[in-house]
């Protein structure tokens, strides 16, 4: 997820709190306001209805307008007793006016007049509808909530995404950033201190690659000739030893183990140097390739290698399979997976070639035990076999890696399959 929708995800929630918090204290502070005033201007009504009485003085008999109404009783003790002697409540009354029932805000008060007797009085005035009164603040919350929430995704892409504009051209410097080649020099200005940081320690970091890199490519250009020469050295010498007609069988058989000793000591120098210049990005001659055309060349090298084994092949070629990458990496691409799928094959084994426009598949018969999905591409990861450096479907998977290909193995039908996907 961007960073922008997260902050503004954020902020909205936060918003939405807030507004939640302030309409609950908004609405339990009106409330309060208007029952204030209501229960004021009530004390008020029902002192002069009591004073009135007491004086002797005719009493309303309506109310004037207002639907105010007041009722009068007399009470026993035990009823004052055991009730409150002021009360306020809200409920719905009958007014006579309108001939309905509307929500009213309701005084009683328990007193004794002037006989000693206790009276209850009752007065009572329109309220405001708590309910409406809800429903109008929910209302306008919903809509001062949809208000903010737009507000806050329109500043957020304006604001943030200038304030982030430095990040963003960092990011675009570095993903179009290639070790070994001429880059561009990072211009990204700005007044931000944080991204400014952010600009010298990247630019220092590449810089510091870009020397590793260097070293790295040195140290295998040397490890090329300082290792391959010496091997061959020792190889000539022990074929020469081995010309030598005074030596006893054994000596020629112990040789003869060395001699192979150094051969696989050289393949495997080998791929390592090849695996190390692919990781490192150092085959730059990119083209469009035919797989199909290279796959059936290579096939044909291949069946008169190992035409002792007796292995057949059937492939079915739907569609050429078209690929931008360097020509000497799509040749060791496809011939580590032939040569995989014969070495590792059974004499009189089958090998299954399936090619469409976006997949190549090659499938070989061989031992019923599956391998390790996870390690099968790990470096120096074997089946057992002695003539196997272990590198082969490493050097597969960095070609891959390299050119964006997608390749996977898995086990069924009592065939190990190898897929390559664009």
């Known amino acids: 997820m961007k960073l922008l929708h997260i902050i503004s995800i954020r902020l909205l929630v936060l918003t939405a709190l807030v507004l939640a918090l302030w309409a609950f204290f908004f609405y339990r502070s009106i409330m309060q306001e208007i029952s204030n005033e209501a229960d004021e201007a009530l004390r008020e009504y029902a002192e002069s209805i009591i004073i009135q009485e007491e004086n002797g003085e005719a009493l309303p008999t309506r109310p004037s307008g207002s639907n105010n109404q007041f009722f009068i009783r007399e009470v026993t003790e035990e009823y004052a007793i055991s009730h409150?002697?002021?009360?306020?409540?809200?409920r719905d009354i009958y007014v006579e006016e309108t001939k309905e029932y509307e929500p009213a805000r309701v005084y009683?008060?328990?007193?004794?007049?002037?006989?000693?007797?206790?009276?209850e009085i009752e007065v009572s005035t329109p309220h405001v509808d708590k309910e409406d009164l809800r429903n109008v603040i929910f209302s306008w919350l919903v809509f001062l909530l949809t208000a903010i929430m737009i507000a806050i995704v329109v500043v957020n892409i304006w604001v943030v995404r200038y304030s982030m504009r430095p990040l963003h051209n960092l990011l675009k410097w570095l993903e179009s950033y290639r070790l070994g080649k001429e880059n561009k020099p990072l211009d990204n200005p700005t007044n931000i201190s944080e991204f400014v940081k952010l600009n010298e320690t990247v630019a220092e970091s590449m810089s510091r690659s870009e020397q590793l890199f260097e070293q790295q490519k040195q140290f295998i250009g040397n490890a090329a000739?300082?290792?391959?020469?010496?091997?061959?050295?020792?190889?000539?010498?022990?074929?020469?030893?081995?010309?030598?007609?005074?030596?006893?069988?054994?000596?020629?058989?112990?040789?003869?183990?060395?001699?192979?000793?150094?051969?696989?000591?050289?393949?495997?120098?080998?791929?390592?140097?090849?695996?190390?210049?692919?990781?490192?990005?150092?085959?730059n001659d990119t083209k469009r390739i035919d797989l199909s055309e290279q796959l059936t060349q290579l096939l044909t090298d291949y069946k008169e290698v190992y035409t002792h084994k007796n292995i057949a092949v059937d492939m079915q070629i739907k569609e050429p399979f078209i690929v931008k990458m360097d020509e000497s990496l799509s040749s060791i691409l496809l011939s580590n997976?032939?040569?995989?799928?014969y070495i590792h094959n059974i004499d009189g084994g089958k090998i299954s070639i399936n090619m469409s426009r976006n997949e190549l598949r090659i499938s070989n018969t061989g031992s019923y035990v599956p391998l390790d999905e996870k390690k099968v591409f790990n470096r120096f990861y074997t089946s057992g076999k002695k003539s196997s450096t272990g590198l082969g479907l490493s050097i597969v998977k960095a070609i891959c890696a390299q050119y964006n290909l997608y390749i996977r193995y898995r086990f069924g039908e009592g065939r190990h399959h190898f897929i390559v996907r664009a």
Do not use: V
């Not at 009683?108 to 009276?119: G, L």
């Not at 001699?259 to 495997?268: A, F, K, P, V």
């Not at 997976?337 to 799928?341: I, S």
């Open 337 to 341: 997976l032939l040569k995989n799928a």
């Open 108 to 119: 009683t008060y328990i007193y004794k007049d002037t006989d000693n007797k206790w009276q």
């Open 84 to 90: 409150e002697k002021t009360r306020f409540e809200d």
């Open 225 to 283: 000739h300082e290792l391959q020469t010496p091997i061959a050295i020792c190889q000539n010498r022990l074929e020469m030893m081995l010309d030598d007609d005074t030596l006893k069988e054994q000596q020629i058989e112990e040789l003869g183990k060395t001699l192979q000793t150094l051969g696989n000591l050289s393949r495997l120098n080998r791929s390592l140097l090849l695996l190390s210049k692919i990781e490192n990005g150092q085959f």
